[in-house]
Each structure stands twice: as structure tokens, then as C-alpha cells.
């Protein structure tokens, strides 16, 4: 069964350095998200994307994040400047349009943690 | 604004016992999803229904259903038979819309312990 793919599992990275956050969707899906969970708390939307732009953005995706489709295949979050309280586990989901009766698709995760 | 509310932060039952877990939502739409979750303690997100508001009949799979009520607004997931691979994290989440391709609101989950 396709899957949704996310690098890497985990990420450490200094405060105030950059970090790009990956994940290949199932090939024939058209939306996209992201969410992030801290530790033990609930999963919070932060982003869709659908049509090479974004569709919605939460009040937690200021201006310090971007996404970005690159190249047809990756959907990345990039978080520019990172803070201690960006340390959470982030998840990437797919799903492919409302016809074809899909849920959301989700990856495993990267846990990403700022020191 | 639309809104999940899973009111037992932890349960704990023993192996074989029945289990409910409960998800009250709030959203204004008419037309609306939704969803349980399960997250096993490696972490991952775990697809297990999706009903749409149109659709108030109960589900069954295997030792898993779901009762659905509008007039309560509510979404409850009981497992019969628990098992020690039960335990995990459950949420329920909740889309406004009729695409269901829109963002997903979860609750803040239930942590459910089968004790063996």
C-alpha cells in the first residue's frame, strides 16, 4: 500500500538555524498538510496546499515557516529561524480529492527537537 | 469554530474488558467529517474511520465500532475484547465541509492502557 514517506525521523538543530523538514506524498494525491504535535499534547494543523499554494494556514504558521513544492514529488516545511518551542513532532499528510472518498494520509513523523 | 473535545484523558482497563471512548464535537457546518485515529506508542498516525455528517449509521469492523449520534454531537468509538496491542493514544478529529479534504481538528485524545 503507497505510503506517505517523511526524513529524516528525527532532527536536532540548534536555535535560530534553519531546517527543512521532508516528505514525499502518495504519487497521486493532490493535497497536502502539514501538522505538528508537542510532546503528550493534541496534533495542530498548520498548512494545506493544494494547486501549488497554500489553501490554509493556522495562526501557528507565521512567517517563520514556508512550504514548498519543489520538484512534483517533495513537499517541504521549512521553519527559518528555529525556537525551543518549535521542538515537536511534525506530520505530513496527503490525501488525493473528495471523490475519491480518502481520508488523510499520514507519514510517520520527524521528530524535531532545538537544543 | 469547530471543535473536538475527548473528555477521559486515560483509561485503563483489563485484557478482554470493553472499552468506550468517548468524542463530543462542535462545528457550525452542516456538512462535515469524522475521523479516530490511533498512535501507538512508536508514534505514527493510524487511519482507522471517517464517517460524513450525512451518515448516522453505526459501524462495525472486527472488535472495533462506532456510534455516531448527531443529536448529542457525538462520535464514540467502543473496542470489545480489549487487548494489550490496544493500548495507544486515540483521537478523534473532526472537518468542516463537504470536500474532506479540508484542515482536520483533533481532540486532545484519550491514552488507553490494556492492562494484561
Known amino acids: 500500500e503507497p505510503e506517505v514517506t517523511q526524513t529524516p525521523s528525527h532532527q536536532v538543530t540548534q536555535m535560530g538555524q534553519e531546517v527543512i523538514l521532508r516528505c514525499v506524498p502518495i504519487?497521486?494525491?493532490?493535497?497536502f498538510y502539514w501538522y505538528r504535535q508537542i510532546l503528550g499534547q493534541k496534533v495542530e494543523f498548520l498548512v494545506s496546499?493544494?494547486?501549488?499554494?497554500?489553501?490554509?494556514k493556522s495562526e501557528i504558521f507565521d512567517d517563520q515557516f514556508s512550504v514548498e513544492r519543489p520538484d512534483g514529488s517533495n513537499f517541504t516545511l521549512k521553519i527559518r529561524s528555529t525556537k525551543l518551542e518549535d521542538s515537536a513532532m511534525y506530520f505530513c499528510?496527503?490525501?488525493?480529492?473528495?471523490?475519491?472518498?480518502?481520508?488523510?494520509?499520514f507519514g510517520d513523523g520527524t521528530r524535531l527537537s532545538i537544543l | 469554530a469547530q471543535k473536538v473535545t475527548q473528555a477521559q484523558t486515560e483509561i485503563s482497563v483489563v485484557e478482554k474488558e470493553d472499552v468506550t471512548l468517548d468524542c463530543v464535537y462542535e462545528?457550525?457546518?452542516?456538512?462535515?467529517?469524522l475521523f479516530w485515529y490511533k498512535q501507538p506508542p512508536s508514534g505514527e498516525l493510524v487511519f482507522l474511520i471517517r464517517?460524513?455528517?450525512?451518515?448516522?449509521q453505526n459501524e462495525i469492523s472486527g472488535r472495533y465500532s462506532w456510534n455516531f449520534q448527531k443529536s448529542t454531537s457525538s462520535f464514540n468509538f467502543t473496542i470489545t475484547a480489549s487487548q494489550v496491542v490496544d493500548s495507544a493514544v486515540y483521537f478523534c478529529?473532526?472537518?468542516?465541509?463537504?470536500?474532506?479534504?479540508?484542515?482536520?481538528?483533533f481532540g486532545t485524545g484519550t491514552r488507553l492502557t490494556i492492562i494484561p
Open positions: 499528510a496527503s490525501t488525493r480529492d473528495s471523490y475519491s472518498n480518502q481520508p488523510q494520509h
Open positions: 504519487s497521486n494525491h493532490l493535497y
Open positions: 496546499f493544494y494547486n501549488n499554494e497554500i489553501s490554509e
Open positions: 462545528t457550525r457546518d452542516t456538512t462535515y467529517y
Open positions: 464517517r460524513n455528517s450525512f451518515d448516522e
Open positions: 478529529a473532526l472537518s468542516e465541509g463537504n470536500s474532506g479534504n479540508e484542515k482536520l481538528t
